[in-house]
């Protein structure tokens, strides 16, 4: 500041003459002083305004890198929606377990309040550390015999049924776990309106109706207790980008629906594969997470999974439960493989699984197999 009124004053259009006369009189010295710091200043502030805006510039630059670059608080993530379908008709028949839908949000992360705060808290020894989470889903699931052409009841194949369902799910994740509990409920019977859906969906691809569900299980409301525990280990470090983990996991579904323990693993082969614990499927299959992480650029990978069930219960081969209706001998352990692909590209994830299920029941001629697809969004 002193420098600027130096040069100022040194510079202003005075006449040297008043210089001469103002150093012999006091009041003149104060009067020339005045005017030069009129004239610098100005200046001088202007000087000192720019190197603020200039500093201010860089803070404001600073900044903004850092909150690009840091992370995203909790909760400030989107929540998940998922379309699922699942069919028989990527195995070549229209036998057993043959279609199923499903629609399915999952929240961004949601702390420990509300009802799945307690419920995490409780029932999955959740803390304030894990990324707790809910979910809701919608679904249909539509079962028929070998022949679809015969309109008595078929008494050594698959029973007609259809189930309808809405399913609350409570997650909690740290780094490398997820464990999840959640509840279906729903009817299984005409109400579930299998019938309805499969013919109308056949007729309008023009192919044959099924003839036979008149003879399907009758109306009865079911539900199901479900609680799955997976882990993420990573078995070969990232190598040109890519990486190779495993994902073994554990499961228990109790109900009068279904009664079931199960055990199982995929391997998962492509890159950045922390973004989520596998493809999203319909229960009972073994499924992913229900959610992913996205990510600014195209990623993929491929996968192979194995998965054992000890079955105390099935509704849908067993028969209603209180009243006479189709049933077959259940097989008390079923195995599953499935294999397939997995791409995200941003906000949006599909995956392709082609799943092979062994014969469930005594009369089943072989195990069957049949495809799933899964859309997700976040937003």
């Given at each position: 500041m002193l420098d600027s009124l130096r040069a100022a004053a040194?510079?202003?259009?005075?006449?040297?003459?008043?210089?001469?006369?103002?150093?012999?009189?006091?009041?003149?010295?104060?009067?020339?002083?005045?005017?030069?710091?009129?004239v610098a200043a100005p200046a001088a502030a202007q000087q000192e305004s720019d190197g603020q805006e200039r500093s201010a510039s860089d803070q404001q630059e600073q900044a903004g890198v850092e909150l690009y670059d840091a992370p995203q608080p909790s909760g400030s993530e989107d929540g998940t929606w998922t379309l699922n379908w699942e069919n028989d008709i990527f195995g070549g028949t229209d036998?057993?377990?043959?279609?199923?839908?499903?629609?399915?949000?999952?929240?961004?992360?949601?702390?420990?309040?509300?009802?799945?705060?307690?419920?995490?808290?409780?029932?999955?020894?959740?803390?304030?550390?894990?990324?707790?989470?809910?979910?809701?889903?919608?679904?249909?699931?539509?079962?028929?015999?070998?022949?679809?052409?015969?309109?008595?009841?078929?008494p050594d194949q698959h029973p007609y049924a259809g189930w309808a369902y809405?399913?609350?799910?409570?997650?909690?994740?740290?780094?490398?776990?997820?464990?999840?509990?959640g509840l279906q409920a729903g009817m299984v019977g005409p109400s579930a309106r299998g019938e309805w859906v499969q013919n109308n969906v056949h007729r309008a691809i023009g192919t044959d109706e099924s003839n036979g569900w008149d003879n399907q299980l009758e109306d009865?409301?079911?539900?199901?207790?479900?609680?799955?525990?997976?882990?993420?280990?990573?078995?070969?470090?990232?190598?040109?980008?890519?990486?190779?983990?495993?994902?073994?996991?554990?499961?228990?579904?109790?109900?009068?629906?279904?009664?079931?323990?199960s055990a199982g693993a995929t391997l998962r082969f492509g890159d950045d594969l922390k973004r989520d614990f596998g493809p999203p499927r319909i229960r009972p299959a073994m499924g992913g997470s229900g959610y992913f992480e996205a990510t600014p650029s195209f990623?993929?990978?491929?996968?192979?999974?194995?998965?054992?069930?000890?079955?105390?219960?099935?509704?849908?081969?067993?028969?209603?439960?209180?009243?006479?209706?189709?049933?077959?001998?259940?097989?008390?352990?079923v195995a599953e493989l499935q294999y397939g692909l997995v791409m995200q590209y941003d906000n949006l994830q599909l995956a392709w699984t082609f799943v092979t299920r062994s014969?469930?029941?005594?009369?089943?001629?072989?195990?069957?197999?049949?495809?799933?697809?899964?859309l997700s969004v976040k937003f």
């Open positions: 040194s510079t202003a259009v005075l006449p040297r003459a008043y210089f001469r006369y103002a150093a012999s009189r006091p009041a003149a010295l104060l009067l020339a002083g005045g005017l030069a710091l009129a036998r057993n377990y043959t279609n199923g839908n499903r629609l399915s949000y999952v929240s961004p992360e949601a702390g420990m309040g509300g009802l799945h705060g307690p419920i995490a808290r409780a029932l999955l020894f959740a803390d304030d550390a894990d990324r707790v989470r809910w979910g809701l889903a919608i679904g249909q699931s539509m079962y028929t015999p070998r022949n679809t052409e015969a309109r008595r009841p078929l809405g399913e609350y799910s409570v997650y909690a994740q740290d780094d490398d776990s997820l464990r999840m509990i009865e409301p079911a539900f199901v207790l479900m609680y799955e525990r997976k882990e993420r280990a990573l078995i070969a470090g990232e190598y040109l980008g890519l990486q190779l983990d495993v994902v073994p996991h554990v499961g228990v579904a109790l109900g009068t629906l279904r009664t079931q323990a990623n993929w990978y491929l996968f192979v999974g194995a998965e054992g069930r000890a079955v105390a219960r099935n509704l849908f081969l067993d028969g209603n439960t209180w009243k006479d209706s189709a049933s077959v001998e259940r097989k008390p352990f014969r469930q029941f005594d009369e089943q001629e072989r195990p069957q197999q049949f495809g799933a697809v899964s």
